[in-house]
Structure formats: C-alpha cells, structure tokens
C-alpha cells in the first residue's frame, strides 16, 4: 500500500481486497463501463486526479485509522447503550479482504446488550463495500432501520 507501484497493479490490488471477483467480472449496473470493475477503476482514477480531495495526509490518516482503529467490549457496550441496540446494524460480506467475517461476530456480540440484540446480516460472496456490491439489499435495509427507529 505504501511502496510505489503502477497504478493497474495498484487496482487489482484494491479491488481485489475490497470488492467481490464476482461483482467486479458483472456487467456495468449504469452501463458506461463494460464491468463493475472497470467503473470502480474509472472512479478511482478520476478520484487520484483531484489533488484537492484526495491527499497523501488524507490517505495516510485513513491508513493509520483503520490499522489501529480499536473499541474495547466496555466502549462498546457504552455506544450500544448511548446509541439503541435497535438502531444499530453489523452488515458484513464473507469475501471481504479487509475485516473478516469474525470481526463482524465480535463486533454483533460485543454490541448487543441483555436480551436487546443488534441485526446483523452476513452477505455470502460479498466484499467490504456492500452499498455497491448488494445496493438494493443494503438500501432497504438502512430504509428498515429508518422506519423502525423513527417510529418510536
């Protein structure tokens, strides 16, 4: 990730880590690229390109945030708590190369408090960036969540 290296070993590098083969080999949902995985290179070609938007202080702060991001089980039975277990979701993919399927577990367990479980929703074949991967799944689930938290 930190080591300089052509930009097309760069993309199959991060989209193999964050994306399903399965999706990336679909067909273009828009229609513009030939693949999935041919649009996500064009977006993240064109992101590369504003040098504004995206900066090596940028990239490296995310870098070291996600490496060294840590709650202990007390912080996060305090967020279950402060937060609503029934407002929160752990929506995880089986193929994601970033954080793996037993994180997500931790992560559930963790969270739910006596007898108030938090949903989660394990997506088989699916990678780290579930909006894009299962869109329509992930878009009723957080339009579920809305209306359930919203009514009470």
């Avoid at 030939?34 to 993240?44: I, K, L, M, S």
């Avoid at 007390?74 to 399927?101: A, E, F, P, S, Y």
């Avoid at 007898?115 to 689930?141: C, D, N, P, S, Y």
Wanted: charged residues 30%.
């Amino acid at each position: 990730m930190f080591i300089p290296r052509a930009i097309d070993v760069q993309l199959a590098d991060i989209k193999a880590r964050i994306f399903s083969k399965t999706w990336l080999d679909e067909p273009d949902a828009d229609g513009g690229f030939p693949t999935n995985g041919d649009r996500f290179a064009a977006q993240e070609l064109n992101k590369r390109q504003d040098t504004n938007g995206f900066t090596r202080k940028g990239f490296l702060c995310q870098a070291l945030a996600a490496g060294w991001h840590y709650k202990s089980p007390q912080q996060l039975k305090i967020l279950g708590d402060v937060i609503g277990r029934r407002r929160i979701q752990v929506l995880h993919g089986t193929v994601d190369n970033m954080i793996t399927v037993p994180h997500a577990e931790v992560l559930a367990k963790e969270l739910t408090g006596e007898g108030q479980e938090v949903k989660k929703t394990i997506f088989e074949g699916r990678g780290h960036v579930l909006f894009w991967e299962e869109e329509e799944e992930f878009r009723k689930l957080i339009v579920a969540l809305i209306d359930k938290t919203s009514t009470q």
